[in-house]
């Protein structure tokens, strides 16, 4: 019945679509330059004295769909070209191609010395006025910005077009009026948005923040304010090619105009033009080595000022990129009255290869438009604390309003992709793999105004438990964008004793997330898990609940928490807790209850604690989306995190055994270094200056697998090793193919050489030690003057997927009765990880 009903709506829509269009004109086809017979984007088609116009693509195709003909005649033009005008049969599908001849000038006599090109001359002097011409040179600016981005899917394989469930999708397409790319080939439109927004920029403080004023959002699983429409809008648009680095999608490429800039190019002085009223040397820019991270193409450099006038850049599938066949970057920039330069105009593409035969391509473009400029009016450091704000754009849904706000039209296969994508949904097969993806995604499983899971944690194995099963749920923003509810159950079959965990938080104020919750959880925790260094990683957390988990030190963990936290200002988060804990060992654990006097002090083989926890945390420009009732982080800041944590222990506070006080200091950054890749570094120091028993100390993470994990000593093993003083020092260096790049047989595979290094010191004070009486399992403690060390070295990238690192162990290499384990000074780990 429901497909009888769906095929009347898309009979109906065709019907629609022959009555209503038929007087429509439309006319495609190419704008090329005649001097090469390349495509030209962002040249304009349009009608004189009219609003229907259009802007060619990255290749130079254009789609103009009008009703009203208010003109006889197309006119195609460009910056630095001829224009070229045409004529049209009105009421007639027609394909008009235009060759636009450049707008010479004749270039002065050029000495050339050394056989060098005079290209070079021009970027040492654009390189040289790049603290002129650079935006961040002024102390503030803002504009209104549009922002257009459509994602497709593309390369359809035969494998993967001949699914039944395809077959589904290609049939809606087929009533509604199916989209082709340039080469005929099927596209399945998957999202498009429109955005209008105010963007604003301080230097000093370097602050940015976008007020979101309209949006217009369908996609296949996306709505307005989702965190995926968040993060495409927030995440693609601010590239400036006077930085070093220009990052797109988290990797960062070498500007043409670099300081390094001898390193990875070669240029060569093709032409010179006039674009507007600059005149501009064309220069041809070619990588030096096709794998290296660096653009090829054109570049427009400004007479006098020496400052990028226009781009037409691309990286070519050879770089050593995954799952990337190629990007292109167009922008056009325009001076300011003070002198530097901002965009006017930007498109990005982004083509998104294969995974396999069953597989389809993916392909993203985004165009960015920018007008209304005002310099060096800086904001209250204040009004930049949340970096994205997302206004009600429910009066921005209608066409009308789009029709007069947005910067250009939109061509007619875009507007046919609004419709495209709200049929594509009601599929009931992709409705379907949403679901999936959402559930693989986040772990849990939206059922309404609940989700169930984490998925991760529904079954585990150990020998503690037998069989355990978990059920769990949470609220979404669909019942309260204020409230979330959290609550799970367990049970273990050899155990026969039942788990549980609630949760409740309520965000009072939004603006600097401030909220407050309380937490209650009795479940089974390991002492060999508990570490000062929180490791978010579900799939590592979920494993530790399967195995052997009674060499790991288990116990019941009955905990309860009230909490409270708020940015202070943008990116200083803080955190106050008060927690109450109960520790009930499940295997032979005693302490002594009387440090002052060991010899006439009782045994205790449990203790209860009462703690208050003082967090706070700050991250120099982070970017924050918020997902209803949640916050996620996008991307990867440029700046250092610090997280500093101070936990007092009060004795005698409900029950509480213990007093302490708790020290803990880290500092994380990833960092690009230039021609050697990236270096991301974890610095972490712990003090604890009282005594209490070492599961309250700082147990060392180990990791006895088969598999890589950031946060553990890879080659130390569980609960080998206990401190209440350390610093630790994790290094890696990501080298991104520096030297396989340059190996003729080894380049093509796209390989990436990975270094680590990790170095512990600390020990265990004698009070700490002798606390555990002598006919009890106690720790080990490393000496002060001889730290932990293991380093590695390996190959990620493997299958664009696969990291192999070789390990050795450097230090304490007898074998350790504490952890159970003998020690091995070498071996060889495997991670996953889904890097470009």
Known sequence: MKRVVLLVLFIGKIFYASTSFAQQTTIKGKVTDGSNGEGIPLA?????????????????????????????????????????????????????????????????????????????????????????????????????????VEIDLENISDKLKNKWYMKQITRVLDSVARMNGEDGKLLIPMYISETIE???????????????????????GVSDNSIIAQMINASFYDYNFYENRVTIMNKDFVSPIADGWANYYKFYLEDSVYLGDNKCYKIDVTPKRKQDLAFEGKIWVADSVWALKQVSLKIGPEANLNFIDGIKIQQELMPTSNGPWLPSKSRLLIDVGQVGDSSAG???????????????????????????????????????????????????????VFAMVDSIKRVPIVKTYIEIIDLAVNGYYDVGKVDIGPLLYTYAYNNIEDHRFQLGMRTNSKLNKNWLLVGRVAYGTKDEEWKYQGQ??????????????????????????????????????????????????????????????????????????????????????????NPSDIPGSGISRRFETSEIVFESKYAKNITLVKNGNHRNVVGSTRFPVFTFRYTLGIKDLLGSDLHFNKFYFNVSHLKNVGLLGKLKYAFSIGYTPDPVPYPLLENHLGNQTYFLNYSSFNMMNFFEFTSDTYTSLHIEQHFEGLLFNRIPFLKKLKWREVAACQVLVGTVSDKNYDLIPDNYPKFSRLNLDEPYAEVSYGIENIFKLVRIDFMHRLTYLNSNSISGRIIQPFAVKIGLQFNL
Do not use: C
């Open 44 to 148: 304009n088609v349009y009608f004189k004295s009219s609003k229907a116009a259009v802007t060619t693509d990255f290749d130079g195709n254009y789609i103009l769909t009008t009703n009203t003909l208010p003109s006889d005649s197309l006119t195609a033009s460009y910056i630095g070209y001829k224009s070229t005008t045409k004529q049209i049969v009105p009421g007639q599908i027609q394909t008009l191609n235009f060759t636009l001849s450049p707008e010479s000038v004749e270039l002065a006599e050029v000495v050339i010395t050394n056989k060098e090109d005079p290209a070079y001359n021009i970027i040492r002097k654009a390189v040289a006025r790049k603290e002129f011409n650079d935006r961040r040179k002024l102390s503030a600016y803002q504009y209104e910005m549009y922002k257009k």
């Open 198 to 220: 105010d963007y604003f920029y301080r230097l000093d403080p370097k602050l940015s923040k976008e007020v979101v004023r309209a949006q217009k959002v369908t996609g296949v």
């Open 362 to 416: 993916m392909l993203l473009k985004f165009y960015i438009s920018n007008k209304n400029v005002i310099e060096n009016q800086a904001k209250p450091e204040s009004f930049y604390r949340e970096k994205l704000i997302i206004l009600d754009t429910s009066q921005s849904q209608t066409n009308d309003f789009w029709i007069q706000n947005r910067h250009d039209s939109l061509s007619a296969s875009e507007k046919h």
């Open 504 to 593: 409740a938080e309520h965000i009072f104020r939004r603006k600097s997330w401030s909220l407050a919750g309380i937490e209650h959880l009795h479940d089974i925790d390991q002492v060999a898990l508990k570490t000062d260094n929180k490791y978010e990683n579900n799939l590592f957390t979920a494993f530790t609940k399967w195995g052997n988990i009674a060499r790991r030190r288990p116990y019941m963990n009955t905990f309860t928490q009230l909490y409270i936290q708020s940015d202070l200002f943008k990116g200083f988060t803080q955190k106050v807790a008060f927690t109450h804990t109960t520790f009930e060992p499940l295997y032979d654990f005693a302490y002594y209850n």
